[in-house]
């Protein structure tokens, strides 16, 4: 299958700084990739939709000022926690799809874990 | 409102056990369904399709009742490695961000 990369795999910060989590596909291209979070015990939750080339869309709820998405290229978007706070810590999981229209497999970077003090 | 629900387990089987997990959906338009498998700390996978007519593979065979509203995954003669959490996902069309994940049921195979 499609691999997905995410970088780092593990951040810990101090409240109030920004954290950058970027994901790749490496071996194919994805016009489109999906920004999720998991708190403990706990189903993932989309927060947001990366589109290649343009502005992202964010789930209701999901604050696109302190969560800034980036999605310059098509193997490469860019997940910014702004100013972040220990309510924040959680896995944030990035997913890209090589496909267009309808249902294709989504194919999940292996995450990366933040946890602010 | 689109929901999946799972029983949270844990299951705690001994290896060679039966185990069948369910799955309720709140949304009729949902119109694909999947099984994925998540181990600790780490992130989901698919691990099959959900089909009305039934899907097997392997050890694994999956269950879709669209009637019920209601999906099933059955392993049989568990392995220790199929430990891990096993979530439910629905799909609803269009955009390829319209996955609701279930929360999850826990597997502990035992040997």
């Known amino acids: 299958g499609a691999v997905v990369s995410q970088h780092p795999s593990r951040v810990i910060c101090k409240s109030g700084t920004s954290v950058k989590i970027e994901c790749r596909s490496l071996?194919?291209?994805?016009?489109?990739m999906f920004w999720y979070r998991q708190f403990p015990k706990q189903s993932l939750m989309l927060m947001a939709t990366?589109?290649?080339?343009?502005?992202?869309?964010?789930e209701q709820g999901v604050e696109k000022d302190k969560f800034l998405i980036n999605h310059a290229s098509l193997t490469l978007s860019t997940l910014t926690v702004t100013s972040a706070h220990p309510e924040d810590s959680s896995f944030y999981i990035c997913s890209a799809n090589s496909g267009t229209g309808g249902y294709n497999e989504q194919f999940f970077g292996p995450g990366t874990r933040l946890t602010v003090l | 409102r689109k929901e999946v629900e799972q029983d949270p387990g844990p299951f705690n089987v001994p290896e060679g056990a039966t185990v069948a997990f369910n799955c309720t959906y709140s949304?009729?338009?949902?119109?694909?369904f999947f099984w994925y498998r998540q181990d600790c700390r780490k992130e989901p996978k698919l691990l099959m399709s959900v089909y009305s007519s039934g899907n097997e593979d392997g050890r694994f065979t999956a269950q879709l009742n669209r009637a019920s509203q209601y999906i099933s995954l059955l392993i049989i003669d568990s392995k220790l490695s199929d430990s891990a959490t096993y979530l439910c996902v629905a799909y609803y069309g269009g955009s390829q961000g319209n996955l609701i994940f279930g929360k999850g049921t826990k597997l502990s195979v035992k040997p």
């Open positions: 990366s589109n290649e080339g343009s502005k992202a869309t964010y």
């Open positions: 949304n009729s338009a949902s119109q694909s």
């Open positions: 071996d194919f291209q994805a016009t489109t």
